[in-house]
């Protein structure tokens, strides 16, 4: 009898130590993950542990990722030029002579300086002459007056003798003041005669 009661109290102690260790961990609420290497830490207010209601207290099984994106912004500046185009008026000195004016219908005349006529040709060459010679077109434009008088800036485009009247000699003829700009044969057989430069025909 004694013998039966010794092995039921050295049961009853086993039973005793097994209750004390499962409420032990039923408090403390330890869990495994699935992968083995994570420690997930619940608590339960439960005498007896119920994995399926727990409250994850420690570790947030979630991993977030930062994405940082950049915005690059282009302006775009956009400038206006205003073009102005201004329109050289050229009017001609204006002489004192007070006698014959040459003329299409008179052809010839005697003016302040000597014997005129005049020559229609194109006056291309003549011009590109004188651009070399340093007169520009911004100060020396070339044009025709109203009467048909070719013109150099203000002044009247006339053929000379170049021995007694050099390139750029300016003179008064009947038709305004000159500019000597062009030679020819005439000057053989009357050295002080001058040719108008005009457009008549």
Not at 100 to 118: A, F, I, M, W
Not at 167 to 172: A, F, N, P, V
Request: proline share 2%; hydrophobic share 35%.
């Amino acid at each position: 009898m004694k013998h039966f009661n010794r092995k039921i109290k050295g049961a009853l102690l086993i039973l005793f130590i097994c209750l004390v260790a499962f409420i032990g961990f039923s408090k403390a609420g330890i869990l495994f993950s699935d992968s083995g290497k994570d420690i997930i830490t619940v608590s339960t207010t439960k005498k007896t542990f119920d994995p399926n209601n727990y409250v994850v207290s420690s570790l947030e099984v979630t991993k977030q990722s930062e994405v940082t994106t950049t915005e690059t912004t282009t302006t775009v500046t956009t400038t206006k030029t205003k073009v102005t185009t201004t329109v050289q008026t050229t009017t001609a000195l204006v002489s004192s002579w007070s006698g014959d004016v040459l003329s299409k219908s008179k052809g010839v005349v005697y003016g302040p300086s000597g014997k005129e006529s005049y020559y229609n040709l194109n006056m291309t060459s003549v011009v590109s002459a004188m651009r070399k010679a340093g007169y520009s077109e911004a100060e020396y434009p070339y044009w025709i007056r109203e009467d048909g008088v070719k013109m150099l800036g203000q002044y009247v485009m006339v053929a000379a003798n170049y021995e007694i009247r050099p390139k750029g000699t300016i003179i008064e003829s009947s038709l305004g003041y000159a500019i000597v700009c062009d030679t020819g044969g005439f000057v053989k057989n009357n050295p002080t005669q001058i040719d108008v430069a005009v457009s008549w025909r």
